[in-house]
């Protein structure tokens, strides 16, 4: 069982759509998640950090985490083209050791 | 968040030669990381850098292969050595800093070719 999981999609909505990006992840004692973009040549972005359980949002983003079923989501309102980019979800284990997921592709349709 | 430069951004070498990446962040950090990317693929974590201490490699990595220095609190190296193709990837820096002193921010990477 990998450390992170994620669809690697490809994952396309319309713009002004909802995109809605999934991540389970497997150590229950896990404390960290992170929300990262990269563009295609680019280094990993970070978009998001969240620690507790429920929602946390910031501008057009918002991260959902729910500890008991070991899942963070990121949903994306108003989507636009400028978001067409892979998507990784981090979660920081217990020891700190630091697990990416291999990346959701998303692409944005004008 | 700390600003991270990375040199050089790209590089192609010959197989059998060795490439020392820098990073250099603008504020001092107590822990530096080095990823490597391969094409396609999501991050993996070579080994953690701490000043004044031998950096702790991931299982698979060794450091006879990707030996790292650390000399102060804002500059570390990771060098390749022997390269060969399979060594091709791109080579990140990342520095943990933010809120609980755990999020983690990228250095602009170094893509390389190993011919």
């Known amino acids: 069982q990998k450390e992170v999981e994620q669809n690697s999609g490809p994952l396309s909505v319309p713009e002004g759509a909802i995109a809605s990006l999934n991540c389970t992840y497997s150590?229950?004692?896990?404390?960290?998640f992170f929300w990262y973009r990269q563009y295609s040549g680019k280094s990993p972005e970070l978009i998001m950090s969240?620690?507790?359980?429920g929602d946390k949002e910031d501008g057009r983003f918002t991260a959902q985490l729910n500890k008991a079923s070991q899942y963070v989501s990121l949903l994306i309102r108003d989507s636009q083209p400028s978001d067409s980019a892979t998507y990784l979800c981090a979660v920081k284990r217990t020891g700190n050791q630091f697990y990416f997921g291999t990346g959701t592709s998303l692409t944005v349709i004008p | 968040s700390a600003v991270i430069s990375q040199k050089p951004s790209r590089d192609i070498c010959q197989r059998g030669t060795s490439l020392t990446i820098q990073c250099q962040v603008d504020?001092?950090?107590?822990?530096m990381f080095w990823y490597r990317q391969q094409p396609g693929q999501s991050l993996t974590l070579i080994a953690t850098a701490n000043q004044g201490s031998e950096a702790t490699y991931e299982s698979g990595f060794v450091i006879d292969k990707f030996p790292i220095s650390r000399p102060n609190l804002t500059f570390s190296t990771l060098t390749v050595s022997n390269m060969s193709p399979e060594d091709s990837s791109i080579y990140l820096c990342?520095?943990?800093?933010?809120?609980?002193?755990?999020?983690?921010?990228f250095g602009p990477g170094t893509r390389l070719t190993v011919t």
């Open positions: 504020s001092q950090v107590t822990m």
């Open positions: 150590d229950r004692g896990s404390q960290s």
């Open positions: 990342s520095v943990e800093d933010g809120q609980g002193g755990d999020e983690q921010y």
């Open positions: 969240i620690y507790s359980n």
